[in-house]
């Protein structure tokens, strides 16, 4: 059952298998989590609502619409429960929450690789992405840490598609203009 499709998956979780709903909850959930830390920057407040986030797909299966692709419907909702919990927990001050702009942190360790020579590039380039503007850094952690496509970003964030294009085009021009600045400055 674990090479069943998503699109399969959801639609035997709408019918109540639990076996499916588990393949789809251990599929989605380190991803779904990465990003919940990177809104909520706390571990706990993260795992409580992807449970919560969870239970309340698994409660609500018999209303829930059927889709075509699950990963932009999983990380849309999921990013609205989280938003929606911390504003009413009050943390939206306190983790840089501003109506629906997060402001995600990147660490060094997001970007290694197995080669050591490019682990000072690493650091930097985290660095780097830490200035860019919080919806330019959210588009590019769902670009590459969760591998969305553009239009997925657009629905996830509730955007326009060509507002993700050219974020994310923004963001990349300013990152290789900085990184071009700083190999000058250090090599």
């Keep these: 059952m674990t090479d069943l499709s998503d699109q399969v998956l959801w639609a035997l979780i709408k019918e109540g298998d639990l076996n499916a709903y588990s393949i789809l909850f251990k599929k989605f959930y380190p991803a779904l989590h990465g990003y919940g830390l ?3 920057k706390d ?3 993260t795992e409580d609502s992807l449970q919560d986030f969870f239970l309340y797909i698994y409660e609500h299966k018999e209303n829930l619409s059927s889709l075509d ?3 932009p419907y999983l990380f849309t909702s999921y990013r609205r ?3 929606t919990k911390l504003k009413r927990n009050k943390y939206t001050i306190v983790r840089g929450i501003d109506s629906n702009i997060i ?3 990147f660490t060094p360790d997001e970007f ?3 080669q050591e020579s490019v682990t ?3 650091k930097n380039i985290a660095t780097l992405i830490n200035k860019l503007p919080k919806r330019q850094k959210e588009v590019i952690y769902l670009k590459f840490n969760c591998n969305l496509k553009a239009k997925e970003i657009a629905e996830t964030m509730e ?3 060509q507002s993700v294009i050219n974020t994310l085009h923004k963001a990349i021009k300013t990152l290789r203009e900085e990184i071009a600045i700083f190999e000058l400055l250090n090599y």
């Design 38 to 40: 990177k809104i909520s």
């Design 43 to 45: 571990l706990h407040v």
């Design 69 to 71: 692709k699950v990963a």
């Design 81 to 83: 429960f989280i938003i």
């Design 103 to 105: 402001d995600i942190e």
């Design 112 to 114: 290694l690789t197995h």
């Design 120 to 122: 000072f590039r690493n």
């Design 159 to 161: 955007i326009n598609y």
